[in-house]
């Protein structure tokens, strides 16, 4: 699982790090917002704090914090409920089933070996999968508004008239 978060973390700060650069200029009445939803369902997924992007959101493997400690986002009134499970649990399903396609037809294990192979594998997806959807629901949901969250001011809302031809 650590193996997994380094390298979604990896391949996360290449996609999205020019995002974060505000780093430098942010204090906390003014976090540095995600630019777009897919940059906060990012962040959440990475396990940080979809708000600013820079604490951690989980204390626990799926227990969120209340608070962020940088900008203080509330993420109490976070309800991702099942979906998370749900989410894992399909993404684990097309991760496995070509696996198991290839075990059973190209591989000389007996029934049983095949069968731990297979549940031992799809336990390890599941757990390295849950809190990356977690995260990334929680993050949708801020971000859109719902449950009782207020809709986050997006950038582009702040940056409005200041130029007349742009
Ligand atoms: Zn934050």
Redesign the pocket.
């Known amino acids: 699982m650590a193996g997994f978060e380094t390298l979604l973390d990896r391949i996360v700060d290449d996609i999205s790090e020019d995002g974060a650069k505000g780093k430098e200029t942010k204090h906390p009445a003014a ?1 540095a917002l995600p630019k777009t939803a897919f940059q906060a369902a990012l962040r959440g997924m990475r396990g940080h ?1 979809p ?2 992007g ?2 951690r959101m989980f204390p626990r493997l799926l227990k969120p914090f209340a608070h ?1 400690d ?2 203080g ?1 509330d993420w109490t009134p976070q309800q991702a409920d099942d979906f998370p499970a749900y989410v894992a649990i399909i993404l684990t399903g097309h991760i496995m089933a070509p696996i198991i396609i290839f075990m059973v037809n190209k591989t000389d294990f007996s029934m049983w070996t095949n069968l731990a192979i297979m549940i031992g594998l799809a336990l390890v997806l599941i757990g390295a999968l849950l809190q990356p959807a977690k995260g990334a629901i929680i993050a949708l949901q801020w971000w859109m508004g719902l449950n009782g969250f207020v809709k986050p001011v997006r950038p582009e809302e702040l940056l409005v008239p200041n130029d007349g031809n742009t």
């Open positions: 976090p704090c708000s600013c820079e604490s962020c940088i900008c986002q």
